[in-house]
């Protein structure tokens, strides 16, 4: 299974591609599109997310997906439900302090998914690098017996990484986000060690993009997502950076 917003994009697709090959050749491969109203924090972009219908499907029959979900929000909810699935660790820093229940929805849309569908495994992508841990452990803790098969972040030429959400950029804005890139892969190339310092650059760099606005750029461990103050194997710099209305994420291991 490949859950997804839509507005499905190479990275998607190599998602599905990884989902087919880890299926095998009489495995079935199912994708979700569902913009999850949870996962959006009030004041953010759930109404003018991107829905092309149309396609999205040229994508998922060009793929050759076995099963398209795309449920409307009042299939998933009850007007009056209240019971969600809360990771209360991992979830703190980074987007989570951000975007206060953000993941709280996502956590509990993925365990409705899995339920719905008990695929034998799931596809995420490393792009949403703290996603991807917060729902390994969520598996973990809830004894899902569903596998968590990460996928590398597909980019456009200039290293943008690919996201739903490139498409509200102005040109302007567009021109300057590939500094995101740059600047990470500055980082995992400098030799220092003091997480301040490498931080230091980061903002100086980004933030020498006149349209660049960084929301955070933190250094944690990969599997803890705590802290660190100095770089280690399995460090991440993790970062988001608005681009006038627009968040873009993105994160590189160092060290
Ligand atoms: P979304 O539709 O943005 O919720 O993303 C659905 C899945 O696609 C998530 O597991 C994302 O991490 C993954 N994804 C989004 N962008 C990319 C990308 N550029 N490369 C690889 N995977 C991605």
């Given at each position: 299974m490949v859950p997804t917003m839509g507005a499905l994009h190479a990275g998607h697709v190599s998602l599905i591609r990884l989902a087919r090959d880890h299926a095998g050749p009489d495995g079935e491969v199912a994708v979700s599109i569902f913009v999850n109203p949870l996962q959006f924090e009030p004041g953010s972009d759930f109404s003018r997310y991107p829905r092309p219908e149309k396609a999205d499907d040229e994508v998922c029959g060009a793929e050759r997906v076995d099963l398209l979900f795309r449920p409307l929000p009042n299939e998933m909810y009850a007007e009056d439900r209240s019971t969600f699935v809360e990771e209360t660790s991992l979830s703190e820093r980074l987007c989570g302090a951000s975007r206060p229940g953000h993941f709280r929805g996502v956590c509990t849309v993925v365990t409705k998914l899995f339920h719905l569908f008990a695929p034998d495994a799931a596809v995420f992508g490393e792009k949403d690098f703290q996603q991807l841990a917060i729902i390994r452990r969520m598996v973990?803790?809830?004894?899902?017996?569903?596998?968590?098969?990460?996928?590398?972040?597909?980019?456009?030429?200039?290293?943008?990484?690919?996201?739903?959400?490139?498409?509200?950029?102005?040109?302007?804005e567009r021109a300057q986000a590939p500094v995101i890139r740059t600047t990470l892969v500055e980082a995992a190339r400098s030799t220092e060690k003091s997480a301040e310092a490498v931080l230091a650059a980061v903002h100086q760099k980004i933030e020498s993009a006149s349209l660049a606005r960084i929301d955070y750029a933190e250094i944690v461990g990969a599997d803890d997502l705590q802290p660190r103050l100095t770089i280690e194997p399995r460090s991440l710099l993790a970062v988001a950076v608005f681009f006038g209305r627009t968040r873009l994420i993105d994160n590189i291991l160092l060290g």
């Amino acid at each position: 299974m490949v859950p997804t917003m839509g507005a499905l994009h190479a990275g998607h697709v190599s998602l599905i591609r990884l989902a087919r090959d880890h299926a095998g050749p009489d495995g079935e491969v199912a994708v979700s599109i569902f913009v999850n109203p949870l996962q959006f924090e009030p004041g953010s972009d759930f109404s003018r997310y991107p829905r092309p219908e149309k396609a999205d499907d040229e994508v998922c029959g060009a793929e050759r997906v076995d099963l398209l979900f795309r449920p409307l929000p009042n299939e998933m909810y009850a007007e009056d439900r209240s019971t969600f699935v809360e990771e209360t660790s991992l979830s703190e820093r980074l987007c989570g302090a951000s975007r206060p229940g953000h993941f709280r929805g996502v956590c509990t849309v993925v365990t409705k998914l899995f339920h719905l569908f008990a695929p034998d495994a799931a596809v995420f992508g490393e792009k949403d690098f703290q996603q991807l841990a917060i729902i390994r452990r969520m598996v973990r803790d809830l004894d899902l017996a569903v596998e968590i098969i990460a996928g590398p972040t597909i980019r456009e030429a200039d290293g943008l990484a690919l996201s739903s959400r490139n498409q509200y950029l102005n040109p302007e804005e567009r021109a300057q986000a590939p500094v995101i890139r740059t600047t990470l892969v500055e980082a995992a190339r400098s030799t220092e060690k003091s997480a301040e310092a490498v931080l230091a650059a980061v903002h100086q760099k980004i933030e020498s993009a006149s349209l660049a606005r960084i929301d955070y750029a933190e250094i944690v461990g990969a599997d803890d997502l705590q802290p660190r103050l100095t770089i280690e194997p399995r460090s991440l710099l993790a970062v988001a950076v608005f681009f006038g209305r627009t968040r873009l994420i993105d994160n590189i291991l160092l060290g």
